[in-house]
């Protein structure tokens, strides 16, 4: 596609469900990154993956979050036991390669209840 | 890990007023770049610019690799520049993960 693409925009969810949001990076792009936001913040990275593999996932806050990129495009961020304070913009990231140019998605507001 | 410090904070300008960001890191960096966060939350590329000087229309940046910041100058401002401007930077040795200051929060009134 011509950009990042994130689904859902929005998505609202009750304490201690799963929860799945996808991310569709450009086209021939290697690198995918997710990233968190927090209102009045920037974002702050939580993984990254070159094609299908996270080479880096130092970021994600416990073991709560997991992610996938199984044919080395196509992602997913996974939540489960969602808490209240997991309510953030969820950013999708790609690149061609590592370290070159990023672009971001829309993201996907998560508002737990 | 690096810091990246932005300043001012907040900006306010009348439309058509000029004005400068700036990006302070606190070690070498292989990538900075440069987005604007518009008021629906899209982050929207303004320069990929490691060292050196840009320019695209009223926007230009400048980084100066050696001392530690990169400048963005904003022109003939306008409303639409209004939101939140980031700067994010790349370490060098193998860490690809962008670091992202706060941010100016620029608002611009007609």
């Known amino acids: 596609g011509a950009g990042v693409s994130q689904t859902p925009s929005n998505k609202v969810t009750e304490k201690g469900k799963y929860v799945e949001l996808r991310c569709d990076p450009i086209?021939?792009?290697?690198?995918l990154y997710w990233y968190r936001q927090s209102l009045g913040q920037g974002p702050e990275f939580l993984i990254y993956?070159?094609?299908?593999?996270?080479?880096?996932d130092s970021g994600l806050p416990n073991d709560r979050f997991f992610a996938v990129r199984p044919e080395g495009s196509v992602s997913t961020l996974k939540i489960q036991r969602t808490e209240r304070g997991d309510s953030a913009v969820y950013l999708c990231?790609?690149?061609?390669?590592?370290?070159?140019?990023?672009?971001f998605g829309q993201g996907t507001r998560l508002t737990v209840v | 890990g690096i810091q990246v410090e932005q300043s001012p904070p907040d900006l306010i300008l009348q439309e058509g007023a000029n004005s400068t960001l700036r990006c302070n890191f606190s070690?070498?960096?292989?990538?900075l770049q440069w987005f604007h966060q518009n008021p629906w939350g899209q982050l929207i590329n303004l320069f990929y610019?490691?060292?050196g000087t840009k320019q695209n229309g009223r926007l230009s940046a400048t980084t100066v690799a050696t001392e530690r910041y990169s400048l963005l100058y904003i022109s003939s401002s306008q409303t639409t520049d209004s939101g939140v401007y980031f700067c994010?930077?790349?370490?060098?040795?193998?860490?690809?993960?962008?670091?992202f200051g706060a941010g100016t929060r620029l608002a611009v009134h007609p």
């Open positions: 993956f070159q094609g299908t593999g996270a080479a880096d």
């Open positions: 990231a790609s690149s061609l390669f590592a370290n070159t140019e990023a672009f």
């Open positions: 610019i490691p060292s």
């Open positions: 086209s021939g792009h290697t690198a």
């Open positions: 070690d070498s960096v292989n990538n």
């Open positions: 994010a930077v790349i370490r060098p040795g193998g860490y690809n993960k962008l670091i």
